[in-house]
Structures are given as structure tokens and as C-alpha cells.
């Protein structure tokens, strides 16, 4: 295991309330990242970070936010849950340029 | 942007053959990594194989090995001995080289391979 944590593993929420998915690492490394995973679109990039309050958008970030105050955690949040973010979320890190990413076991959220 | 495309949404092979799984890619880069990816059904994401572009030599992992085409922008996955643990979701995924090393990873949308006994 490449100590990478995802909690919840699974949320039921309704339209509208704000959502905060939580990925903790113990590895001590540099890069986080944050996907989605929708049928048909394999795995989208949402937002990751290179550092502590380092961050930056990727494919599909619009509707999430992300925050990183600690190497070891980093945060997805969704200020208003819509329907169209019900998904799995999957959390992966990455140390040095030469290595793959590890990614954590996935949360599967679905918005009501 | 980088793309990247796998034809085959669905594969089936019977255990203990080969199968090659294909995947392409769009990219104006020279340097870049790619990847294939297992997502078994407990969605667990397994790292299966890794390429470095500026390596011509294929990577290969027990039986697991690839094909790398640049100039074609190719990237294919080979099966030998097909299990039955190997049945599952393979993503092809790219990586810029670029970028202060903080790219994530862009992926196909993933070939089902179903393995039959």
C-alpha cells in the first residue's frame, strides 16, 4: 500500500449542502491530485497540488475547491453538491518526476 | 491539450491466451511518460506497466509488456498466459514531462477485458 487514505469511503447527500472529501497521505510526498471517475470519461483531473497551499486546476474543476495546509492532507470540497458531481472521486500522489501515482481506494459520492 | 484514445471499449480472450489491448495518443511533446493502469471491480487503481518516451526499448512486466510506437503516438498493451485475475478495466494514461513535474494524469476512457475460462 502506497499509505494513501480516502474518507468517507461512500456519502449520500442532497442538492445544495456542501461536501468535504478528505485525502490523507503517509508518505511524506510532494504532488496530490484529485479525479473524478464517470462512465464513459475513464478518469478526470480536478484539481492537485505541488506543495502546502500550493494548488492549481485541472480538467474539470468548476464546482470544487481544494486546500492543502499539511503535506500529508489534502481536501476536496464542493461548496454546493449538484447531481451532475454525483461520481467517485479518487485521490493519488506523486514523489519525484520519474514516478507513477499512487491512488487511494476511491469515494463514491452520490448527490440527491 | 494531450489526448488520449482507447478503440476497444470491450475485449474478451480466452484464459491463457494473449490479448493486446490498444491505445493511442495526441501530444506535441517529445518527452512525456505513459502508463497502463488495472481497475479491478473493488476500484482499486493498479499501476500495470510504465513508459518513458525517451527510452526506445518496450517496458515489460512478467507478462505484461507494450508496444511504443512514437512517431506513430501508439501505446498498446500485451497479455500473455491470460488469468483470470486479469479481468478488469485498464486505463491507458499520459504525463507530461514538462510542467515542473506537477502534471497529473490524462487517461482513455478504459477497455473492459473479460477473460473466459
Known amino acids: 500500500d502506497a499509505g494513501i487514505t480516502q474518507s468517507p469511503r461512500h456519502k449520500v447527500t442532497e442538492t445544495g449542502t456542501p461536501v468535504t472529501l478528505r485525502c490523507h497521505q503517509t508518505e511524506n510526498h510532494r504532488y496530490m491530485y484529485w479525479y473524478r471517475q464517470d462512465p464513459g470519461h475513464g478518469l478526470r483531473l480536478i484539481h492537485y497540488s505541488y506543495g502546502v497551499k500550493d494548488t492549481d486546476k485541472g480538467e474539470v474543476s468548476d464546482g470544487y475547491s481544494v486546500s492543502r495546509s499539511k503535506t500529508e492532507d489534502f481536501l476536496l470540497t464542493l461548496e454546493s453538491a449538484t447531481s451532475s458531481q454525483t461520481s467517485v472521486y479518487f485521490c493519488?500522489?506523486?514523489?519525484?518526476?520519474?514516478?507513477?501515482?499512487?491512488f487511494g481506494q476511491g469515494t463514491r459520492l452520490t448527490v440527491v | 491539450a494531450q489526448t488520449v484514445t482507447q478503440s476497444q471499449p470491450e475485449m474478451s480472450v480466452q484464459e491463457a491466451e494473449t490479448v493486446t489491448l490498444s491505445c493511442t495518443y495526441d501530444t506535441s511533446e517529445s518527452d512525456y511518460y505513459l502508463f497502463w493502469y488495472k481497475q479491478p471491480p473493488s476500484r482499486q487503481m493498479i499501476l500495470v506497466i510504465r513508459q518513458e518516451a525517451y527510452k526506445q526499448q518496450n517496458a515489460t512486466e512478467n507478462r505484461f509488456s507494450v508496444n511504443f510506437q512514437k512517431a506513430a503516438k501508439s501505446f498498446s498493451l500485451k497479455i500473455s498466459d491470460s488469468q483470470l485475475g486479469d479481468a478488469a478495466m485498464y486505463f491507458c494514461?499520459?504525463?507530461?514531462?514538462?510542467?515542473?513535474?506537477?502534471?497529473?494524469?490524462?487517461f482513455g476512457k478504459g477497455t473492459h477485458l473479460i477473460i473466459q475460462p
Open positions: 494514461a499520459y504525463r507530461s514531462y514538462s510542467g515542473g513535474g506537477a502534471d497529473g494524469l490524462t
Open positions: 493519488a500522489i506523486r514523489e519525484g518526476n520519474l514516478r507513477e501515482a499512487f
